[in-house]
C-alpha cells in the first residue's frame, strides 16, 4: 500500500486528482492500493477562495462557458484526454453528469437552471461546479486508490528525502510516501507601510483594512456616510463597493432613458453607504471583459512568442530584461491577434489584404517605425489600432479640477463599457486570446535565472502581471453600469492616477491626492487597501510554508517555492536543487505561479499540462515503492 498526501482540496488539488484517475489505469499496478488523504480546512472543490460560504453578490469575472476543470482534445499531455463539461454545460443539465446531487440552494439552483453561456456566474455557482468536479475526480478512481478528507489545517511536513513525509494536523500525523501542496491562494502578513497605517489608525480610532481576500473581510468598521479611501481599482474594489452599497441595501434598477443609455442604471442609496474615493496608479478601474464571441476565424497561436523564439532570447550572453528582451515579442503577438480577427471580421474598415498585411508585419519589431506606419496605412481608424502604452496609463498628462475629473471619468468608463459590450470591437477578444496564449512560455521566463533581480520584481511581478490584469482580467460590463450609477449618485467619487495616501497626525485622518488634481487632497476617516494580498514566503499566512522558507527552500529572486516546472517537484537546495523525490508543490505560490487552476476549454491550459505531468510522475513514484502508514480520524469520501 501507498500513501499520498495532497494539502489544499481546492480546485487545484481536485485537478491534480482527476489527473490521477485518468492515468492510475496506465501507471498503478491492479494489486497496488493507494491512499489519498486531502487536507483542508475548507471544503473540497472550492476549498478557501471559491467556497459557497460567501456572499452572493461576489461573481466570476469569466463567463460560464470560459470555464472548465477538464482536458479536451488541444490538451498536449502524456496522459489520457478525459473531457468534461465546462461550467455552462455543467449548469443547463447537471442531472446528466455523474455524480448527480442536487444543488441544496434554492437561490444556487434558480441561477445554475437560469444560466446562459455568456452570463458571469456568482461565486456559489462556481463553487457547486467545483464541488461536483471533486466528487467526480473521486468517483473515476479505479477501486484500488480510496480518498480520504481532513477538514483539518496542514501544520508542517518533515521527514527525509529518503524516508516517509510526516504531515502535522491538529488532531494527529500523517504518514506519506508522497506529499503535494496545492495550497491555492494565500494571505500574507501586513508589509511594514500597512502595519504602520494601523498603528496610526488605532491611535486615532480610525479604520484600516490592509490587502485582503474580499470573501473574508468584516467592513462593519466603516460607518454611513463615513468618508473613505478606496486604494486600488481592479477585481478586490468591485467586490469591495459591491458589498459596501448593495450589500447595505442599496438597489440599482433600470434607467434606459438616462445618461447611461439602454443598458443604464441608477442607484438607489439605503443610506447606510460610506462616501467612497477611489483612486490608483492608473486612476481608471479595470478594462470590463469582453460580452461577446470572436466574429472572425480564430487566430492560429502562438505566432510568434512560442518556444523556438523563448528559447532564442534565453540563449543571449549576459542578463536578461522582461521589457527590454521579451516583451516586443509578447507585444507582437498580442498584436497579432488584435489584427487577425480585425482583418478577418471587420475588413471593410482595412485598406490592404490580410496577407500583403502580414507579410510586412512578419518582418518588423513591434516598436519598429515601419510598423506604425503600415497600421497606418491599412487600418484608418485610429480606434481600430493598439497603442499599449494609451491603453496602459491614460490618464498620463490629464490635470482636471474634481468636478472635471468625475466627469472625464465617467465618459471614460461608459465608453469602455459600451466597447466591451459590442461585437464590432471584436479585436479586443483577438487580443484577449493571444493575451492568453502568452502563458504557454511565461511561466519558463519566470523561472529562469537569466532574469535580472529588478525585472523578476518589478517588472514581471509588478507591471506585467498588474498590466495582463488591468487589460484582461477585470470585471464584467454590468459591474462598470453599476460603477457609473454610484458615481452619479455622488456614492463613489474618483481620485485621479498615481494617487498618494499620507497619515496626518494632527488632524488623524488620511490624505490623499493626485497630480491628475493638482493641489486638490481629500480626507478621510478611514482606508482600505483594495488589493489581494500579495504572497511572498517571507510574510506568507500558511504554516507549512512558513517551515519551508526557514529550512530555505526558497526563490530568492521573488519569494516563492522554486519547484520543476514540468511536474512540480521541489528544488530541493539539500539536495544540490535536484528535484525532492517526496514533495511536489503546484500553485500561485510557486515559481509556476502562472498555471492557473481551471481554464478556458480548447486553450491547451499549463496548468492542465502540469497537473498531467504531476500525476504521472507521483504514480511513478508511487508504485516503486510501498509502505504502511496510519492516518488520524477523517471523513471518509465514498464513490457514488
Known sequence: MSTLAIIGAGPRGTGLLERIAANAAELLPTGRTLEIHMVDPYPPGGGRIWRYDQSPLLRMNSMAEDVTMFTDETSTIEGPVRPGPSLAEWAAAPQEFSPYEPVTDPAVRAELAGLAPTDFPTRRAQSAYLDWAFRHAVASLPPQITVTVHRDTALSVTGPADGPQLVQLSDGVLVADQVVLTLGHLGSAPAEQHRELARFAARHGRFHLPPAFSSDVDLSGVAPGEQLLLRGFGLAFV???????????????????????????????????????VGSRRGVPYHSKTGYRLQGPPAPLPRYFDAAAVDRVLARPGPLELRRDFWPLMAKEIGFGHYHELFHAHAERVRLPWADFLDRYEQLDWYAPELAALVEQAVPDPADRLDFEQLDRPLTGVELSPDGLQQHLRDHIRADADRRADAGHSTDLGAFLALLSLFGQLPRIMA?????????????????????????????????????????????????????VEPDERTGTFVATSPTTPGHAVRATALIEGYLPHHTLARTEDPI????????????????????????????????????????????????????????????????????????????RLRSGARETAAPASEQVTRA
Open 239 to 277: 467586490d469591495l463597493v459591491a458589498i459596501l452599497t448593495e450589500g447595505r441595501g442599496g438597489r440599482f434598477v433600470p434607467a434606459p432613458d438616462g445618461p447611461g443609455g439602454p443598458d443604464g442604471l441608477v442607484y438607489l442609496p439605503s443610506g447606510r453607504e460610506p462616501v467612497i474615493h
Open 448 to 500: 529562469s535565472d537569466r532574469l535580472t533581480d529588478r525585472s523578476a520584481a518589478e517588472e514581471l511581478d509588478g507591471w506585467w502581471f498588474g498590466f495582463f490584469s488591468f487589460l484582461a482580467s477585470g470585471p464584467p460590463g454590468f459591474r462598470l453600469r453599476q460603477l457609473l450609477a454610484l458615481s452619479d449618485a455622488g456614492v463613489v467619487r474618483f481620485l485621479g492616477a498615481d494617487l498618494r
Open 545 to 620: 510554508l512558513r517551515g519551508l522558507a526557514r529550512d530555505g527552500e526558497l526563490l530568492d529572486s521573488s519569494g516563492l517555492l522554486t519547484v520543476s516546472l514540468a511536474d512540480g517537484r521541489l528544488l530541493d537546495p539539500a539536495l544540490g536543487d535536484a528535484p525532492h523525490p517526496r514533495r511536489t508543490a503546484l500553485g500561485p505560490f510557486t515559481n509556476g505561479r502562472a498555471y492557473a487552476a481551471f481554464a478556458r476549454p480548447r486553450t491547451n491550459a499549463p496548468g492542465f499540462r502540469q497537473n498531467d505531468a504531476a500525476a504521472r510522475s507521483l504514480l511513478d
